[in-house]
């Protein structure tokens, strides 16, 4: 891009106060792990810090390793210490937090230790004068269900003196069938109001922000659809590896880890229908209705439109890593994606022969989530001193980190005596802009949860669906040969097949015409 052009508020403005949340003793599963420790612990010392958390509110951690509260606290201050969601440590806060912190060891598996926790619970809500209870999963999916029926079992998912709320981590289940049986398990014990699962991305401000960029301005609607725009790229890039969580990614891979969740949800908000409202009934109905106008893609059309890779040693920031396969836990032959590139269609009036490309990929050259909305060419020749194939096709980036913003590419003329065009862009940056980036994703997601507004978790037909579009990939991919792993370097931009699907079969140095991904690097 040659120019930009940079965007400023036209009115005042300054960051609201955030809304506090309702008393409640939160119940975290899966305590030691490391999302408490770098995710939800920080959110919650933020909230205490902002202000937002009600005074009545206390954490229990429920692990099956064996220490003391005074040992969770410190393990917590540790990570909390070092997260980059932590907004600002400092010792005074954080001792005046953690005293909100206990922990409760015991074994899951075990119908007592349930009866254990009903009467600490007891115990913790007569002392602090609160009757909520709210839940939260970050377990292995497969540790979900037990855990249900164990709250079930002690009569923790009902709650005559006030609510009672459920958390479920992502991944929501493994497949379509285990997801379906993760929801029958919860719908019987709790109703489907209280049930939050998470998928953080859609607690992400610039996530959020599609729904206000379409439907918050009346210029951009008119031209959102198959008449306009030729194919949408939406990208989750990372440069980290599987950093120490070889035991989950080596059951999970990318197109599960990523794809069938996250990336799902910024193509659903990128192409639902504007909702009735924004609440969680309407909103949820419009994304259900995108995902189910997806079909479910054959064997054959598998082969065609997707691309697996793993990655192999390579150079990342001037820094050699190692290969997946010499990364400690991973087997020395694995076959586990750590890249998945899809084409989608969405068969509805609006979108109908327009192609979404998804690509996530591990160790790639740079960190980068974003959607790419590419309009079509103009129909006519018009400036015969700028050949057609140099105009360049308008393109809207929906940048969700980082560098949260968003841009618009378009032409404009440039100076001097012959009309010849210059692509330029048009740029707006949350943090240049406001001077902040928003609340982190689980912040504004643990606060919800506590006011008991559903409407950025996923329903329990949104995740069945999303596993439909996924689930018949992964039944594909068992079937056909795996590729030869490793096919790409670390901090090379991903395998060369995820080039040709995006390419439309056109040869990339054919001017003009090439359709293909940003480059990361
Ligand atoms: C998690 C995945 O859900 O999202 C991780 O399990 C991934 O593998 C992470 O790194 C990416 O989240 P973010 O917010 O850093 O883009």
Not at 32 to 44: A, E, V
Request: glycine letters at 8%; aromatic letters at 10%; charged letters at 25%.
């Amino acid at each position: 891009m040659s120019a930009v052009i940079d965007i400023s508020p036209l009115d005042q403005f300054s960051l609201e106060p955030l809304p506090t949340g309702d008393s409640c003793l939160l119940v975290i599963f899966g305590a030691s792990g490391d999302l408490t420790s770098r995710k939800l612990i920080p959110s919650l010392y933020n909230m205490a810090c902002v202000g937002c958390m009600n005074p009545v509110f206390e954490v229990l951690g429920v692990g099956r390793t064996k220490m003391t509260s005074d040992d969770f606290r410190a393990k917590m201050r540790e990570g909390a210490a070092k997260s980059s969601d932590t907004s600002d440590f400092n010792e005074q806060h954080w001792n005046d937090f953690a005293k909100r912190l206990h922990y409760l060891d015991g074994d899951i598996e075990d119908a007592k230790f349930f009866a254990s926790l009903r009467d600490r619970l007891g115990e913790m809500g007569q002392a602090a004068k609160t009757p909520n209870h709210l839940f939260y999963l970050a377990t292995p999916a497969s540790a979900d269900a037990g855990i249900i029926e164990g709250l079930a079992g002690a009569g923790l998912n009902h709650n005559d003196q006030g609510w009672s709320r459920i958390i479920v981590e992502k991944p929501f289940g493994h497949d379509l069938k285990s997801a379906q049986e993760l929801n029958a398990v919860l719908h019987k014990a709790f109703d489907e109001k209280a049930i939050f699962r998470i998928d953080h991305y859609l607690g992400k401000e610039t996530v959020q922000n599609i729904l206000v960029f379409r439907f918050g301005n009346s210029i951009f609607e008119p031209v959102w659809n198959r008449n306009y725009i030729d194919y949408v790229e939406i990208t989750g890039a990372e440069t980290v590896g599987v950093e120490g969580r070889a035991g989950f990614y080596e059951e999970t891979g990318a197109l599960r880890d990523m794809v069938a969740n996250h990336m799902l949800q910024l193509l659903a908000l990128t192409a639902m229908e504007p909702p009735i409202a924004f609440e969680a009934e309407a909103v949820r109905e419009a994304k259900v209705q995108v995902f189910k106008s997806i079909r479910p893609m054959t064997v054959e059309e598998v082969a065609k439109r997707t691309v697996r890779g793993q990655y192999g040693p390579g150079e990342i920031g001037g820094k050699r890593v190692p290969g997946y396969r010499q990364e400690p836990g991973v087997k020395p032959d694995s076959n586990i994606e750590t890249y998945a590139a899809v084409e989608l269609y969405v068969n509805n009036w609006r979108w109908s022969g327009v192609p979404f490309f998804i690509r996530t990929g591990k160790r790639l050259p740079k960190q980068s989530s974003e959607v790419r909305v590419h309009f079509k060419r103009t129909p006519q020749a018009l400036f015969s001193t700028t050949p057609q194939d140099q105009l360049s096709p308008n393109v809207v980036t929906l940048r969700i980190q980082p560098d949260d913003g968003i841009s618009i590419a378009f032409d404009a003329k440039r100076p001097g005596s012959q009309m010849r065009a210059l692509p330029v862009e048009a740029n707006f940056s949350y943090e240049t802009v406001f001077g902040s980036k928003g609340p982190p994703a689980y912040e504004t997601l643990l606060l919800d949860s506590m006011r008991g507004d559903a409407t950025l978790f996923t329903r329990h037909d949104e995740v069945e669906a999303e596993w439909g579009i996924i689930t018949p990939i992964e039944e594909a991919w068992a079937k056909l040969a795996p590729p030869k792993f490793p096919n790409y370097a670390a901090g090379s931009e991903g395998p060369a097949e995820a080039e040709a699907l995006i390419s439309f079969g056109q040869p990339a140095d054919k001017a003009g015409d090439h359709r293909g991904w940003r480059r990361l690097a």
